[in-house]
């Protein structure tokens, strides 16, 4: 149960005055490291689960603790750009192959466009006698394919659809 | 006695014998033959009626067959004329050419199930329909064609109506020039007119094919009453037109022409610049000498 209290207790009762400060007392050792001098008096138990905050004396655990949020972030990222990075691709390959999928559609039904509204070319001093003499021609052939529509229609064998006989 | 009994009760027993057996030996000699004969007959009647059934339903089959591609290759012709046409726009192909496909299809379907028919009365009933659903040649080739024609005058119609503004527009800067341009307006006037009673002809005449219908015959007359509009009243109208066209051409050679004569008389020339329907008649003046 010690570990508990030292969570639910994050700040400790500080060391009796007599006590000084740890850093204070860091003796040199021969290879060059510090050697905390040994303790008159027992120091309370940390609680090294994660959640404990972190205490004066211990600040590498709480980086350790930092780390995993942050790789899970960064895998994340990096899972989201690839997955835009593919869906970008396969756009662009759905809008080359779209062209020709509107292709075969107005092959089976073209669509309807709408009737354009005939252009005339300004009618000028310059140009209207030109102007008149193509429209003649222009109504003439109207004329003439009509007559040739007129003949085709004449020339249809109605007697087909009688259904005496059958 | 006993024995004579005895050969009395051996012949009556005999005789008996015999004549049960008569019969049975009838049905092998006379009765027997004309029995199987009559059998014989019977069969052969039922195979030859149920052949005589076959080749009817096989001749319907093939009349119809012969019915149908008729009516194909002239919806197939049809619908050729249609798109190599160079007036009608590209909606107007697309809604003709969409009917014609309509029937295609139908009467594709048609042949698909009277070549499947296994009797002659649903075959026969079908024939009638390649008729009586369709009129092809009563209905709706006439139809088609005669809205071919309609849209085709109508396109006409719309650009020599486009044109008579500009050519107003060309008189009216002459006449603010002080020409006379009266007989040029009763000309312009007149191509308007004709032009306003074409195109209500072609109007009316385009809804009264567009509502033919092609399922039952067209009442009498409906197609001549077009085809008089469109000789009578179109095609005289465009004739008249091209007469006050081919009339207003050296009118507007004249006015053209006396703009261009430099005048002796005064010191300006009066020349007209062609860059615009609203031409505005420049004066420049001559050097003096």
Redesign the interface.
Known sequence: MEPQQGSDQPNQTPPPPTQPPAAETLTPAPDGTTVAPPLSQPVPAVNPLPSTPATPGSTPAPAKKSKAPLMIIIIIIVLFIVAAGVFLLMHKKSTTIQPMAAKTSMIA??????????V?T????????Q???N??N???Q??T??NT??N??SS????????SG? | MKKTTLITTVTFAGIMLIQGALPAFAINTVGGQALINQLNRETNQASRAANRQQNQLQNIINRSNT?IQ?RLTSLNTLSSRVQNDP?L???????L??DIQTYIGGLTALKTKIDADTDATTA?SD??TI??SY?????F??KI??L??LN??Q??T???Q??VP??Q??INTFKSNGDDVTQLQSLLSDVSSQLQTINTTITNDTATVENISTTS?PASGT?SNI?ND??QV??SG??K??SD??Q??PL??Q??SQ?QVTPTSSQAVTT?S????Q?TPTVSPVPTQ
């Open positions: 039904k073209p669509s309807p466009v709408a009737q354009t509204t005939p005339i300004p009618v000028t001093a310059a140009n209207v006698d102007t008149l003499t429209t003649n222009s109504v003439q109207a004329i394919q009509t529509d007129l085709s229609i249809i064998n109605t007697s087909q659809d009688s259904t059958l | 019915l008729n007036r726009s590209a909606n107007e192909k697309s809604t050419s969409s026969r024939e009638k008729i009586t009129y092809i040649y009563v209905a080739e006439p064609r005669y071919i024609i085709n005058l396109t006409t719309a650009n020599l486009a044109l500009q050519l527009n060309l015959q197609f085809r469109i000789t179109v095609r465009f004739s037109i091209r066209f081919e207003m051409s507007f050679k006015i053209i703009k007209t062609p860059s615009g329907a031409t």
